[in-house]
C-alpha cells in the first residue's frame, strides 16, 4: 500500500506539472457543467411567458419517464438534461485517458521505467498506482462537476420536479456507479494503447475512441431509439463490469516486467 | 540472515537468454554464460555494443527472465527470490531514466520510498551532498547536464545501501571531466568494500577499475585479472635499449633457458619471456660480457585494447573456422 501511495504522489507531481493535462483536468468538467446549466436557463426563462408546452411535442418515450404530474415544459426539461447527463459521463471516460497517456508515454521515452520496475515494487503495485493516480481525479472531478451543477440549479431558477428527477436513481447510478467503472475502464485502455504508442496525443485519440459507445448512446437517445432510464442504466453498468474484468485481465497481462522492457518499444 | 557465510556474490551457470521475435531469426543475446563473482570485487563486463551486457544485468537483477540456466545473486536464485533480489542489489540502468518535471531530491525521495528506506530524509540528503548535488537539489531534473544525471543515478541506485552494484555504461556519453568524476567515485565505492559488477566497451576504464574482467560477445571469451589477460595473450615481452646491436651478441641470449622469442627492432632486443625475475638478470650478464652498452630496460606493455582487439579477432577466426 506504501508503494501504491508513492507511486500515486510521483504520478501527480509529474502529471500537474503537465499544462495540457491540468487544462484537461480543470476545463472539461467546468464546461460540461456550465454548458447543462445555461441550456437550462434558457429553457425556462423562454418558455416562461408562453403558454405549457404540450406533452405532444414531448417524444412519446420520454413520457414514460416523466411519469405523471409534470408539465410538458419540465417534462421537456427532463429531456434535455438526459442529453447532458451523457456528458457528465464523458469526464470519468476522458480524463483518465488524458493522465494515462501522458503518463506512460513519458515513462517510455525517458526510459524511467526500468530503474522504477528494478525497485522491490510489485507490478501490481505500480499498475495499481498508475491506474489509481488517473482514475481517482477522474472520478473526483466527476462527481465536482455533478455537485457544482446541482447547487447551480436552484440558482437558475429549476422547478423542483426537474431538480428530483436529476436526484433520482438514474442520474446516481449514472454518476456514482457507471462513472468511476467506466474510469477504469478507460485507464486500463489508456494503459494498453500508451504501451504500443509513443505519441501521447496519439494514445490519447485512439483510446479516446472509448467515447463513441457513449455518443452513441447520446445520438440513439436523441433519435429517440432509446430512452436511458433505470433499466438502461443498470444494463449499462451490468456491461460495464464485464468491460472492466476484461480490461484490469488486458491491463495485467501487458503490464509484466519482462513484458515491459522487451515488447513496449 | 545469513550474508555473511557468503563468498561469491554472484554465480552464474549456463546463463542463456535468446530473443524470440515474431517473423524473424531469434537473437542468443547471452548464451551460456558461467561466471562468479567474490565478494568485494570490482568485475568488469566488457564488450562491444550488442555483446548481451545490459541483457545480462538485466537477468541477473531480476527484470528479465533467463532461457535456460541458473543464477544466484546476493545468495538469492534468480526467478525464485526475484523480490529479495531487487532489494537487496543497486542498479545503474543504461540510461538515467530521471523524472525530468520533479527536482533532484523528489527523484531521490520517490526511489528512497519504493526501496523501504528507513530514514528517507537522511539518505536522501546524504547522497546528494556526497555526489556534489546539494546546491542543485530543487532544480528539476529537465535542467541538468548528462553528467549530473549520471551522478543522481548513481545516488539513487545508493539510496538503500546494497553491497552489490550493477553499473551498465556508468560513463558513456559522458564528457571526460564527467567521466573523470564517476570514475573516482566508483573506486571509493570499491574502497567501502562493495561489489561492483560493472559493464562497459572502455578498456581503459576496465583495466583501471577493475580487479577481473570478463570479456564477452555473447559468450564469455576470456576471464582474469588485467595483468594475466596480458600474460595470457601475448606472455611478458622485455625491451633492452642498446647502444648498438651485434648479431654475434645474441645466439648466447637465445640459447638462455625460458627464452621464448628473440627479435630485433632498431638498436633494441624485444625478449619475450614467462619469468622476467630470473631472466633479465642472465640476459642483462651475457649482453655486458659481449661488450654491449644497456641504456635501459623496460617490460612491454600491452594495453588492454591491443588484448581486447586481440581476443576480438580469435574469436572472430573461430567463429569462421567453427
Ligand atoms: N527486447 C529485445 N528484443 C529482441 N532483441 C533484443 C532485445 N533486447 C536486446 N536484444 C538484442 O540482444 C542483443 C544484446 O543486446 P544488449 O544486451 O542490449 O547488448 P549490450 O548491452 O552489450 O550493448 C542485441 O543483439 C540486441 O539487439
Ligand atoms: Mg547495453
Same mark, same amino acid.
Given at each position: 500500500m506504501k508503494h501504491i501511495i508513492t507511486i500515486i504522489k510521483k504520478e501527480w507531481a509529474e502529471v500537474f506539472k503537465n499544462r495540457m493535462v491540468l487544462f484537461m483536468i480543470s476545463f472539461m468538467p467546468l464546461i460540461f457543467t456550465i454548458l447543462p446549466l445555461v441550456m437550462l436557463y434558457f429553457t425556462s426563462q423562454g418558455m416562461g411567458d408562453m403558454s405549457d408546452i404540450s406533452t405532444a411535442d414531448v417524444p412519446v418515450q420520454f413520457l414514460e419517464v416523466c411519469g405523471?404530474?409534470?408539465?410538458g415544459t419540465e417534462c421537456m426539461q427532463i429531456y434535455v438534461v438526459n442529453q447532458f447527463l451523457l456528458m457528465f459521463m464523458l469526464i470519468p471516460v476522458i480524463i483518465p485517458v488524458t493522465i494515462a497517456s501522458y503518463s506512460i508515454v513519458g515513462e517510455k521515452t525517458t526510459h524511467s521505467l526500468e530503474p522504477l520496475l528494478a525497485t522491490p515494487i510489485t507490478t501490481f503495485e505500480l499498475l495499481a498506482g498508475k491506474s489509481l493516480a488517473a482514475a481517482l481525479p477522474a472520478i473526483i472531478m466527476g462527481w465536482f462537476a455533478f455537485g457544482l451543477f446541482l447547487l447551480g440549479l436552484p440558482i437558475i431558477g429549476t422547478s423542483a420536479a426537474v431538480i428530483d428527477y436529476i436526484t433520482g436513481l438514474t442520474w446516481l447510478l449514472a454518476i456514482l456507479v457507471a462513472g468511476p467503472l467506466m474510469a477504469i475502464a478507460s485507464v486500463n485502455l489508456a494503459i494498453f494503447v500508451s504501451s504500443r504508442v509513443n505519441d501521447p496525443r496519439v494514445a490519447e485519440q485512439i483510446s479516446a475512441l472509448f467515447i463513441l459507445p457513449i455518443l452513441g448512446l447520446l445520438f440513439a437517445q436523441l433519435a429517440g431509439v432509446i430512452v436511458i432510464n433505470v433499466m438502461v442504466m443498470l444494463s449499462f453498468i451490468g456491461s460495464m463490469i464485464l468491460v472492466d474484468i476484461g480490461m484490469i485481465y488486458l491491463g495485467t497481462t501487458i503490464f509484466q516486467r519482462e513484458n515491459i522492457l522487451t515488447r513496449w518499444k | 540472515m545469513c550474508l555473511d557465510l557468503i563468498q561469491e556474490m554472484i554465480e552464474t551457470k549456463d546463463l542463456t537468454k535468446i530473443f524470440t521475435i515474431k517473423k524473424a531469426a531469434d537473437i542468443p543475446a547471452v548464451v551460456g554464460l558461467t561466471l562468479s563473482v567474490a565478494e568485494g570485487e570490482v568485475f568488469g563486463f566488457l564488450g562491444p555494443n550488442g555483446a548481451g551486457k545490459t541483457t545480462t544485468v538485466r537477468m541477473l537483477t531480476s527484470l528479465i527472465g533467463p532461457t535456460s540456466g541458473t543464477a544466484r545473486v546476493n545468495g538469492f536464485t534468480v526467478g525464485e527470490a526475484d523480490q529479495d533480489i531487487r532489494r537487496s542489489v543497486g542498479i545503474l540502468t543504461?540510461?538515467?531514466?530521471?523524472?525530468?518535471? !520533479?527536482?533532484a531530491s523528489k527523484n531521490l525521495d520517490i526511489y528512497a520510498h519504493l526501496y523501504d528506506v528507513a530514514d528517507v530524509d537522511g539518505q536522501v540528503d546524504k547522497y546528494l551532498r556526497m555526489l556534489g548535488l546539494w546546491s542543485r537539489?530543487?532544480?528539476?531534473?529537465?535542467?541538468?547536464s548528462k553528467g549530473m544525471r549520471q551522478k543522481l543515478a548513481i545516488a539513487r541506485a545508493l539510496l538503500h545501501e546494497p553491497q552489490l552494484l550493477f553499473l551498465d555504461?556508468?560513463?558513456?556519453? !559522458?564528457d571526460p571531466e564527467a567521466a573523470r568524476l564517476v570514475r573516482s567515485f566508483i573506486q571509493e565505492l570499491r574502497d567501502q568494500g562493495r561489489t561492483i559488477f560493472m559493464c562497459t566497451h572502455n578498456l581503459n576504464e576496465a583495466d583501471r577499475l577493475c580487479d577481473r574482467i570478463g570479456i564477452f560477445?555473447?559468450? !564469455?571469451?576470456e576471464v582474469d585479472t588485467p595483468e594475466n589477460l596480458r600474460k595470457k595473450l601475448f606472455g611478458r615481452k622485455v625491451v633492452f635499449h642498446l647502444r648498438e646491436v651485434h648479431p654475434g651478441w645474441l645466439d648466447p641470449i637465445r640459447e638462455?633457458?625460458?627464452?621464448l622469442d628473440l627479435q630485433i627492432v632498431d638498436k633494441k632486443l624485444v625478449i619475450a619471456m614467462d619469468n622476467p625475475d630470473i631472466l633479465n638478470p642472465q640476459i642483462i650478464r651475457a649482453l655486458v660480457q659481449s661488450g654491449a652498452d644497456i641504456l635501459f630496460v623496460g617490460e612491454l606493455r600491452h594495453s588492454l585494447e591491443d588484448i581486447y582487439l586481440q581476443t576480438m579477432r580469435d574469436t572472430a577466426e573461430e567463429e569462421v573456422a567453427g
Open positions: 405523471e404530474g409534470i408539465t | 543504461e540510461s538515467p531514466g530521471m523524472y525530468e518535471r !520533479l527536482s537539489r530543487d532544480d528539476p531534473v529537465g535542467s541538468f555504461e556508468p560513463t558513456s556519453g !559522458l560477445k555473447s559468450r !564469455l571469451i638462455l633457458e625460458g627464452v
